[in-house]
């Protein structure tokens, strides 16, 4: 009988990522289009914080993950669990934004079929290969932390998170430059340590620890306090402070209407439900759609939201139709036939931080042999 996977849905998180996910894309069909290509005619609507959804995702996977992690008893639970969340749902969206560019050439972007092939990888652009879609790099980072969560949770870190989760953010401050110097840390193991955006995933981690262990847990302010500091300086600035703060009310606020679920709206459940394929479908293919829809005559408010209605049935689609279908087909055949590789934990390490090294090196190498 196989480990039974953990479920992790919460549906106020997930109305939270459905926050973050719509806010990501009106910045992208407002604010970023116009940097990018101009509209015709302003639209008069401009949403210059969206971009900081991104962040709130990290926060949320910080909270998440650490859950999940502390709900597996096997290696293979969380493989398997993670697996099936993002790669096929990603999958699809590569494949379906690489086939509009295509059909379009309205953006341009000329990927050839190595490159759309090397994104399936979802480290592409560390191994040095352009993005079907911009908003991709952000499952690199995703799945470096899933890496060194992963690898914590294998030396039983989990136990007593604090001294590692320091060390993360001891290093993310000394790269992101405290007190007028910093560590002059490679960009490549910056980017695979993911020294710019752990102060964010730390957060998330922190609140988990508050939500599942409460008043036993001591250091957790500490800890809140810490990464908050964290995001000041990386980001240089005090703005980003108040929106840290803003992600720990926002995620707060879901955990306590998560036990009331059934008062949210039934939209707001459906777009946290189609979070993960919005984000990755919304933005080429929107600005392909407001392209075209200018030059047929629309303006920019018409346009916009022409894209919005297209990503969101793309988005109903792919959950409908991939993601949920191939979820559960892989988690059925793992509880009817789990893998059963004959590996200790420590055999499990050895993998963790062989990827890693194997990853590291190949970012180096690949982009000379392809030049």
């Given at each position: 009988?196989?480990?039974?996977?953990?479920?992790?849905?919460?549906?106020?998180?997930?109305?939270?990522?459905?926050?973050?996910?719509?806010?990501?894309?009106?910045?992208?069909?407002?604010?970023?289009?116009?940097?990018?290509?101009?509209?015709?005619?302003?639209?008069?609507?401009?949403?210059?914080?969206?971009?900081?959804?991104?962040?709130?995702?990290?926060?949320?996977?910080?909270?998440?993950?650490?859950?999940?992690?502390?709900?597996?008893?096997?290696?293979?639970?969380?493989?398997?669990?993670?697996?099936?969340?993002?790669?096929?749902?990603?999958?699809?969206?590569?494949?379906?934004?690489?086939?509009?560019?295509?059909l379009s050439q309205a953006l341009g972007s000329?990927?050839?079929?190595?490159?759309?092939?090397?994104?399936?990888?979802?480290?592409?652009?560390?191994?040095?290969?352009?993005?079907?879609?911009?908003?991709?790099?952000?499952?690199?980072?995703?799945?470096?932390?899933?890496?060194?969560?992963?690898?914590?949770?294998?030396?039983?870190?989990?136990?007593?998170?604090?001294?590692?989760?320091?060390?993360?953010?001891l290093l993310s401050l000394a790269q992101g430059?405290?007190?007028?110097?910093?560590?002059?840390?490679?960009?490549?193991?910056?980017?695979?340590?993911?020294?710019?955006?752990?102060?964010?995933?730390?957060?998330?981690?922190?609140?988990?620890?508050?939500?599942?262990?409460?008043?036993?847990?001591?250091?957790?302010?500490?800890?809140?306090?810490?990464?908050?500091?964290?995001?000041?300086?990386?980001?240089?600035?005090?703005?980003?402070?108040?929106?840290?703060?803003?992600?720990?009310?926002?995620?707060?606020?879901?955990?306590?209407?998560?036990a009331r679920a059934e008062r949210l709206a039934?939209?707001?459940?459906?777009?946290?439900?189609?979070?993960?394929?919005?984000?990755?479908?919304?933005?080429?293919?929107?600005?392909?759609?407001?392209?075209?829809?200018?030059?047929?005559?629309?303006?920019?408010?018409?346009?916009?939201?022409?894209?919005?209605?297209?990503?969101?049935?793309?988005?109903?689609?792919?959950?409908?139709?991939?993601?949920?279908?191939?979820?559960?087909?892989?988690?059925?055949?793992?509880?009817?036939?789990?893998?059963?590789?004959?590996?200790?934990?420590?055999?499990?390490?050895?993998?963790?931080?062989?990827?890693?090294?194997?990853?590291?090196?190949?970012?180096?190498?690949?982009?000379?042999?392809?030049?």
């Amino acid at each position: 009988m196989s480990t039974p996977l953990p479920s992790t849905r919460l549906t106020g998180i997930d109305a939270l990522r459905g926050l973050a996910a719509i806010s990501v894309v009106f910045y992208h069909y407002t604010t970023r289009y116009q940097q990018k290509f101009g509209f015709a005619e302003p639209p008069g609507i401009e949403f210059p914080f969206g971009h900081l959804g991104v962040n709130l995702f990290f926060v949320i996977s910080g909270f998440v993950i650490f859950m999940t992690l502390e709900r597996i008893r096997r290696p293979e639970d969380f493989m398997v669990s993670r697996f099936s969340r993002l790669f096929p749902t990603f999958w699809a969206a590569v494949l379906l934004t690489a086939c509009v560019e295509a059909l379009s050439q309205a953006l341009g972007s000329g990927l050839s079929l190595p490159h759309i092939a090397a994104n399936l990888l979802m480290v592409h652009e560390f191994l040095g290969f352009p993005s079907v879609d911009g908003v991709y790099w952000t499952l690199q980072v995703e799945l470096f932390f899933y890496l060194w969560m992963f690898t914590l949770w294998l030396i039983g870190g989990l136990q007593r998170p604090y001294p590692w989760l320091g060390l993360w953010l001891l290093l993310s401050l000394a790269q992101g430059g405290v007190a007028g110097w910093s560590l002059p840390i490679p960009y490549r193991l910056a980017q695979l340590w993911l020294l710019p955006q752990i102060p964010f995933f730390v957060l998330g981690m922190a609140m988990y620890l508050q939500h599942s262990r409460g008043a036993a847990e001591r250091f957790g302010p500490f800890a809140l306090g810490i990464a908050a500091l964290a995001v000041i300086y990386i980001s240089q600035g005090s703005e980003l402070l108040a929106w840290a703060i803003s992600f720990l009310v926002l995620l707060q606020l879901a955990l306590r209407i998560n036990a009331r679920a059934e008062r949210l709206a039934r939209p707001v459940i459906w777009l946290g439900a189609v979070s993960y394929p919005l984000y990755l479908l919304h933005q080429n293919i929107g600005y392909t759609v407001i392209h075209f829809s200018q030059q047929w005559g629309a303006n920019a408010l018409i346009a916009g939201l022409l894209a919005l209605l297209v990503a969101l049935l793309l988005a109903g689609g792919v959950h409908r139709l991939v993601e949920l279908p191939a979820m559960d087909a892989i988690r059925r055949a793992y509880k009817a036939k789990p893998l059963a590789l004959p590996l200790n934990r420590w055999h499990w390490l050895g993998l963790a931080l062989g990827l890693a090294i194997g990853l590291l090196a190949l970012s180096f190498a690949l982009p000379r042999l392809f030049a």
